[in-house]
């Protein structure tokens, strides 16, 4: 496993952590103080598997049971289960703002995105198998070596299907990454804000009902539905100078993990 790919991990981890700062209710700081302990665990055994690989790579043997200050404890769990128990029991009040209906919307899909990258994770770990087999084929010059390469390729197979979820998953996390990025924009856009509050205001229509929200990338539109209401209503080319491109994403993948 590569340098490269233990940040990706660690940061992949650390993605449901980030996000807009609200006021908080006891319950809702109860739920983020719970999630964040096992967060912080997940990441501490990622890092852990990651050194541990390194050294059985050098021969090295670890002691037993070397990765046990990662596990998560019973106790943990009950204080997250408690947690989401308490906030399901809530009543929050619908949006008033378009601002509001944003960071609504925002926070729903960085939370869509964070399963993603779980998803994109579990679907890369059928393909790294391939760091393995690359590493034992660099240094198979010998015939144990060989031999020992056989038996890898005997037990390993990457089939069609792993590579169709993979390909899926990462799909899944462009698209929401996408999402969250033009929620958090939206909601901080003055501009398109009050240009949807005083729609809203002018049609009578209520902006907590609405019905769905969707962005269009090429035309960076924001198209809002309150039912039979305003119904496809859009905003355009207000956060067009938020827009990344591929190459962009990249050279930031670059800034952030030193990508040769």
């Not at 981890?13 to 809702?28: H, I």
Request: hydrophobic fraction near 45%; glycine fraction near 4%.
């Amino acid at each position: 496993m590569s340098k490269l790919l233990a940040n990706a991990i660690t940061a992949a981890l650390c993605l449901t952590g980030s996000g807009l700062q609200a006021q908080q209710t006891l319950e809702v700081q109860g739920l983020q103080e719970a999630a964040s302990i096992i967060e912080q665990q997940v990441s501490l055994a990622a890092v852990l598997a990651y050194a541990a690989t390194d050294l059985a790579s050098q021969g090295q043997i670890v002691a037993n049971e070397s990765l046990s200050e990662a596990i998560v404890t019973n106790e943990m769990l009950l204080s997250y289960q408690t947690s989401v128990d308490l906030v399901l029991a809530m009543d929050f009040s619908a949006a008033e703002t378009a601002s509001e209906l944003f960071s609504a919307e925002y926070e729903s899909a960085m939370l869509e995105l964070g399963m993603s990258v779980d998803e994109l994770s579990e679907a890369s770990a059928a393909l790294m198998s391939t760091s393995v087999i690359a590493e034992m084929a660099a240094t198979a010059d010998t015939r144990p070596e060989g031999l020992a390469l056989q038996e890898v390729l005997s037990n390993i197979e990457i089939t069609q299907e792993d590579v169709d979820t993979y390909n899926q998953a990462l799909s899944a996390v462009s698209g929401m990454a996408q999402l969250s990025g033009a929620f958090f924009a939206a909601s901080q856009n003055e501009a398109l804000t009050s240009s949807i509050d005083t729609y809203a205001n002018t049609n009578n229509i209520s902006i907590g009902e609405y019905t769905s929200v969707s962005f269009e990338f090429d035309t960076n539109e924001y198209i809002i539905t309150w039912g039979e209401q305003g119904e496809g209503t859009g905003w355009s080319q207000y956060t067009s100078s938020n827009n990344m491109s591929a190459d962009e994403l990249y050279d930031h993948a670059q800034s952030l993990y030193d990508v040769n």
